[in-house]
């Protein structure tokens, strides 16, 4: 149980409401009984609810890291804010005396070990991965229909095109979004979100005059999307056993979302990882109607920087958990890595928190890059793909952060320099932080940075996200 602290179950909440109703239960004493296990893996207890009986939850974490919950209450949350009142009341210090496990949560233990024996029987045997057969005639229906849909799109904006872009008026734009939500019969809700992020631009309180220069970029993304996926597609179409493309973006662009078993079967998966974040943010997606937790993470062993995305829809977001800043080192026993390119999307399985060492901080400062010149020829060449992240993040090892009359410019040990500056994807400010740092932290350090290319000075510039020293981690965005 040592691993049971608060910042942990503060991680498995789902929202900051959750734990403030967990933590309020405690306040209010609303666990007439409070119990562990003799061996200590399991809490269980009483909780006083709106109903004449209390609810009985209980907590087993014999298998750290994957905590498995139950409660009697009705709520859809889990955990609920009883098994989060449950934990808070443990790591606070309230005293649990030692019972026996109930029966139910003891035989509903016995079914899951049943099952772990039975997985890592078939883990342990020659035999090799049974694939999860595809129908091959469901798979071509939908084909049929992604690619219906893909003309349905490719017809809307040669429409809008053609019209000219000065013409998207409120009544034109509200015909486009109608049109647009159309694609949702068609399995392709990235096209859609691409066309619904395009018409947004059209919405905003900016002078069009503005607004021109980042449509027409979206264009030529739309225009290479929809290309691309009639290719990948119709190539499909003919021959349904060509694979499913695991090495590109291309189909979570069209709007796949990969599943852990898919991963798995294709081999993107990788054992025992342990991972640092280094920078967290979150924020709203319009287009696709959600709320977006973001987190940068380096890979202690390899020296990448991962990209953590959870998606929480707007109609959903109490069901889904909010993800949080971490401050610990993750061991994830599974990591599954998306496809990808510069920064691969990644999910943890399993993940268990221990605190940074020494060690961990030399492991980020050898994984930073030197060069300046090689890493922005590296972005360039990135960003040149209408589909590829238009915002790759890097670690940087600096030799000074030098400030000029109106910016800050990045050096490194040959004297080549970056521009500093607080880019619009964004859309918070962090260069103003770097005037409160010492001169220490100015100087043979490791920054954390994120790209964009600047259109009006055609040239690339980064945001300062975290500097990470020899013992610790400055976040400037978290």
């Not at 109930?102 to 049943?114: C, F, L, N, T, V």
């Not at 319009?286 to 202690?300: K, N, S």
């Amino acid at each position: 149980m040592n691993h049971l602290t608060e910042a942990y179950v503060d991680s498995l909440a789902l929202n900051s409401s959750a734990i403030k109703n967990g933590k309020d239960l405690v306040k209010k004493n609303s666990f007439p009984l409070l119990c562990q296990s003799e061996d200590g893996t399991i809490i269980f207890g009483e909780c006083k609810g709106s109903g004449k009986d209390p609810y009985r939850c209980s907590v087993d974490v014999i298998k750290e890291g994957n905590p498995v919950f139950r409660c009697t209450c009705p709520s859809r949350q889990f955990p609920c804010k009883h098994n989060l009142g449950l934990m808070y009341a443990f790591t606070s210090g309230k005293t649990f005396m030692t019972a026996p496990v109930p029966q139910d949560i003891a035989d509903k233990r016995g079914k899951a070990e049943k099952r772990e024996e039975k997985k890592k029987e078939a883990a342990a045997t020659d035999a090799p991965v049974v694939k999860r057969k595809t129908n091959k005639s469901t798979l071509l229906k939908k084909i049929t229909a992604q690619l219906e849909g893909i003309s349905i799109a490719e017809k809307l904006i040669l429409q809008m095109v053609t019209s000219g872009l000065g013409s998207l008026d409120k009544k034109a734009l509200q015909t486009a979004d109608e049109q647009a939500k159309q694609l949702g019969n068609y399995y392709i809700p990235g096209i859609q979100t691409a066309l619904r992020e395009f018409t947004l631009q059209f919405r905003s309180e900016e002078e069009r005059e503005t607004v021109y220069p980042i449509a027409i970029e979206q264009l030529t993304t739309l225009h290479a999307l929809i290309k691309k996926s009639k290719e990948y597609l119709s190539g499909r179409l003919e021959n349904p056993n060509i694979p499913i493309d695991a090495e590109t973006t291309l189909e979570e662009w069209i709007g796949h979302a990969w599943q852990i078993a898919e991963l798995r079967e294709l081999g993107r998966v990788r054992s025992d990882i342990e991972m640092l974040q280094l920078s967290f943010r979150s924020y709203t997606d319009p287009a696709r109607g959600e709320f977006i937790d973001e987190g940068y993470w380096m890979d202690l062993q390899s020296g990448q920087i991962h990209i953590t995305r959870t998606y929480r829809p707007f109609r959903a977001v109490k069901y889904i958990r909010e993800e949080d800043s971490v401050f610990q080192v993750v061991r994830a026993k599974e990591l599954a890595l998306y496809p990808g390119e510069l920064n691969t999307r990644v999910r943890p399985e399993e993940a268990t928190f221990h605190e940074v060492s020494p060690q961990d901080y030399q492991n980020i400062h050898a994984a930073a890059l030197t060069s300046f010149p090689e890493v922005i020829k590296q972005v360039k060449n990135l960003i040149k793909n209408p589909l590829s992240d238009k915002h790759p993040v890097v670690l940087l090892h600096f030799a000074e952060i030098k400030k000029t009359d109106t910016s800050y410019v990045l050096k490194d040990e040959q004297g080549k320099q970056l521009p500093l500056v607080d880019i619009s994807y964004l859309g918070e400010p962090t260069t103003n932080l770097l005037t409160m740092l010492t001169k220490p932290h100015l100087q043979n350090q490791a920054m954390l940075v994120m790209f964009e290319h600047n259109r009006t000075h055609n040239r690339l510039e980064a945001q300062p996200l975290s500097i990470i020293t020899a013992n610790e981690i400055i976040r400037l965005l978290y």
